[in-house]
DNA sequence: ACCGTCCCTGAATCATTGG
DNA sequence: TCCAATGATTCAGGGACGG
């Protein structure tokens, strides 16, 4: 069977087509036994993709899975393995299935795709992963170890030093003559679990085909990654948007994919075409980029009961409560703000929006004399440790004074 | 059968003496099922024997499973639910018999604890995560959302404000006459996932007991809190090391305690103990491990530049800074302590310490007037929380009136 | 009870503005 | 012209509502 294609057809049927111990890596993604019509319109609404999840029970979509799979099984590799993706409603019934065919002892990880969304009114808990099951056709499955940077409390002084056993079998860092600590051979990060934050396929991206169930390139090539070469066999019995076959192509693999609307492998080969990849924002500039604050500036917001704001220069965040009924902002001074440029800031940040309260959080010391005459309506409230450093800086006959004059609330 | 206590025998025995339709949750951390190798493989060809034989050993684990979830079911009120908590290697198994005892449309939620952890030399994806499979007897079960702050890349500005459809029925944002913004209702945050980073084990809580498969204190914390009130009943039928009794002691909930082993009935019931004993020993010795400081009490320490102290009730940090060269004693004022019992906790463990300084951050509103009088150089200093709090509560003349008699410092 | 439709939400992009 | 800041836009999946 030619490689690189995408057809149409029946996957059981055009699977029989592929030659046995020929595929490194099959990707099944079959449709959810939700029990429901999905249905989505691409972006220029020129075309509506739908298809159904309907079964008439769990056990004929079960009978269906498992008859793939079997097909599926024969054309693999014996060092060739299956991921297959699928939601929680039925996930546990596939993987029985998956033990039927491949065995309980080639499973080898369920790997959770996390993601971060949009909420609902949803009684419980938001629904924010999938879970992918990773079998192998046999124990001596081929396999790519990733690896990803240490997490940042980790003390990475520590992890380069040797280790060697003492006498009592205890791990101790090893040293030489001199006491000093030994660094030993390079590390290369560590190794890629099995769970992945990788967002979900935003409204927004260009990537985004206007398929239903469409799964975001990165997801399908760090799979290609962790279990193929290049140049390798990739298959996808149920091909949908292709995003399967567009991540084999970027990554250089070669490609068979198969799918029975012909909606789908038409638009799968004009993806193929014209390839887009969103380069995530999120995942290229990681979490922390956004999360600028300062642990300093989050406790103090966590103290006065705010949100933390990340994109916003002027605003810090907003209290969760309203004050009559509309959000107050918060701005924390910033380390070489003067009060007055916070002032400022807040202000710029506010216009057009009808607030009734605006919280300044002073951090530094201020000639206040300049101040007034000001034209605010911000109300600045010193912190914590700006009223501490005030403390500190009085003696003890004020602190007498303080007390004998109106006794344990006089600092505030 | 009497409740906070933790029971000796086997669960389906001692379950069966629970009145019916009076627990709100069951929490299951069954022993996992664990394949072994047996020895037998080598002999004359027993490969399919001893795949009957391993299928045998788990329709018997499942089955037992099977005996306790049923009795279970009767103990539950109608708006309970159960927490199973189980391994990969058997998860899907377990759950199959789950959708048979409390049925496939009681299934709510899939939530996954993921954790960092070491790596290992393991051909394959590093392990970092659990699942933990949640059901309800009814669909009229008790939920209690809790929120979550925003994501990084949220424009909370823009959240915050009210939205409509145009005539196209295109999103856009609500503006008055004059073209403002017109700010909306009150957001409490993003309601949690089914994804929950927990630190494998809190390693500021020194809750290690050694005991194998010991649950992190926060994980069980979550739990409870989603599902209970206080005063609720939990009950666990596999409690091995107690932790869902201490976490249902510390959230004031009641509990039932099961093991079969004598070892894990004393070890928990020595681990609940402890926490009577810190809780009612006025000494320093051994605070509560398990009451280690909210993260609002962190965030005020971190607020005031102070380190935290975790093994003195009446202490809870000290400046980084000293005064007059010697240290400065922080508490912070606990949920249920009136002003005047924080003082004297304050003052009683700084007793015999020639402390120049001493502060109370006072959380709460108090009736002032009280304190006048009150024998203590203690200086207190309220959050910025209840500073809050008591602007929020005046009117909107109130800041006319302060913005005009004296501008912006007004307010602290 | 069942179906279709609308409304609400918030993550994360694209698009535009402003310096 | 470029980059950063911020305004605008999208849409799945729930509940609510109406027929």
Same mark, same amino acid.
């Given at each position: 069977?030619?490689?690189?294609?995408?057809?149409?057809?029946?996957?059981?049927?055009?699977?029989?087509?592929?030659?046995?111990?020929?595929?490194?890596?099959?990707?099944?993604?079959?449709?959810?036994?939700?029990?429901?019509?999905?249905?989505?319109?691409?972006?220029?609404?020129?075309?509506?993709?739908?298809?159904?999840?309907?079964?008439?029970?769990?056990?004929?979509?079960?009978?269906?899975?498992?008859?793939?799979?079997?097909?599926?099984?024969?054309?693999?590799?014996?060092?060739?393995?299956?991921?297959?993706?699928?939601?929680?409603?039925?996930?546990?019934?596939?993987?029985?299935?998956?033990?039927?065919?491949?065995?309980?002892?080639?499973?080898?990880?369920?790997?959770?795709?996390?993601?971060?969304?949009?909420?609902?009114?949803?009684?419980?808990?938001?629904?924010?992963?999938?879970?992918?099951?990773?079998?192998?056709?046999?124990?001596?499955?081929?396999?790519?170890?990733?690896?990803?940077?240490?997490?940042?409390?980790?003390?990475?002084?520590?992890?380069?030093?040797?280790?060697?056993?003492?006498?009592?079998?205890?791990?101790?860092?090893?040293?030489?003559?001199?006491?000093?600590?030994?660094?030993?051979?390079?590390?290369?990060?560590?190794?890629? /679990?099995?769970?992945?934050?990788?967002?979900?396929?935003?409204?927004?991206?260009?990537?985004?085909?206007?398929?239903?169930?469409?799964?975001?390139?990165?997801?399908?090539?760090?799979?290609?990654?962790?279990?193929?070469?290049?140049?390798?066999?990739?298959?996808?019995?149920?091909?949908?948007?292709?995003?399967?076959?567009? /991540?084999?192509?970027?990554?250089?693999?070669?490609?068979?994919?198969?799918?029975? /609307?012909?909606?789908?492998?038409?638009?799968?080969?004009?993806?193929?075409?014209?390839?887009?990849?969103?380069? /995530?924002?999120?995942?290229?500039?990681?979490?922390?980029?956004?999360?600028?604050?300062?642990?300093?500036?989050?406790?103090?917001?966590?103290?006065?009961?705010?949100?933390?704001?990340?994109?916003?220069?002027?605003?810090?965040?907003?209290?969760?409560?309203?004050?009559?009924?509309?959000?107050?902002?918060?701005?924390?001074?910033?380390?070489?703000?003067?009060?007055?440029?916070?002032?400022?800031?807040?202000?710029?940040?506010?216009?057009?929006?009808?607030?009734?309260?605006?919280?300044?959080?002073?951090?530094?010391?201020?000639?206040?004399?300049?101040?007034?005459?000001?034209?605010?309506?911000?109300?600045?409230?010193?912190?914590?440790?700006?009223?501490?450093?005030?403390?500190?800086?009085?003696?003890?006959?004020?602190?007498?004074?303080?007390?004998?004059?109106?006794?344990?609330?006089?600092?505030?």
């Amino acid at each position: 069977m030619e490689t690189n294609k995408i057809y149409h057809g029946n996957c059981i049927e055009k699977l029989k087509e592929i030659e046995a111990n020929n595929v490194d890596l099959i990707y099944f993604d079959p449709p959810f036994f939700t029990q429901r019509k999905h249905s989505l319109t691409n972006k220029d609404n020129s075309k509506t993709y739908e298809f159904d999840d309907k079964y008439n029970s769990i056990q004929e979509y079960l009978e269906l899975i498992e008859n793939v799979l079997q097909e599926s099984k024969r054309v693999l590799k014996k060092t060739g393995s299956v991921f297959l993706h699928c939601d929680k409603t039925a996930s546990h019934n596939i993987r029985v299935v998956m033990d039927k065919v491949f065995g309980r002892e080639n499973f080898q990880s369920e790997i959770v795709w996390s993601y971060k969304r949009w909420s609902n009114a949803k009684k419980g808990l938001l629904n924010a992963h999938q879970v992918i099951f990773f079998y192998s056709k046999t124990l001596d499955f081929k396999f790519n170890t990733l690896y990803t940077d240490y997490s940042a409390t980790t003390n990475l002084d520590q992890i380069l030093q040797d280790r060697e056993r003492d006498e009592n079998g205890k791990s101790v860092y090893k040293k030489d003559k001199n006491g000093n600590v030994i660094l030993g051979k390079e590390k290369k990060g560590v190794p890629l /679990s099995d769970v992945w934050e990788i967002p979900y396929l935003n409204p927004k991206a260009k990537e985004r085909t206007g398929y239903p169930t469409q799964k975001p390139v990165l997801l399908l090539n760090q799979i290609l990654n962790i279990v193929t070469d290049v140049g390798d066999l990739v298959v996808d019995p149920f091909c949908g948007s292709g995003t399967t076959c567009v /991540s084999a192509k970027y990554l250089k693999r070669q490609f068979i994919g198969i799918d029975i /609307s012909k909606d789908a492998v038409g638009l799968a080969n004009s993806r193929l075409e014209e390839m887009i990849i969103s380069e /995530s924002n999120l995942l290229n500039k990681g979490t922390s980029e956004y999360q600028e604050k300062t642990e300093k500036e989050l406790a103090i917001l966590q103290n006065i009961n705010a949100f933390p704001v990340q994109r916003n220069s002027g605003i810090d965040g907003f209290l969760k409560e309203h004050f009559e009924g509309i959000p107050v902002p918060v701005k924390i001074q910033g380390e070489y703000e003067t009060i007055e440029d916070a002032i400022e800031k807040l202000e710029k940040a506010s216009y057009g929006k009808n607030y009734k309260m605006k919280i300044l959080i002073q951090t530094r010391e201020t000639g206040i004399s300049q101040l007034f005459g000001f034209e605010s309506d911000v109300i600045i409230m010193k912190s914590l440790e700006l009223q501490t450093k005030e403390l500190l800086k009085i003696n003890n006959e004020d602190i007498t004074r303080i007390l004998q004059n109106g006794g344990l609330s006089a600092r505030y």
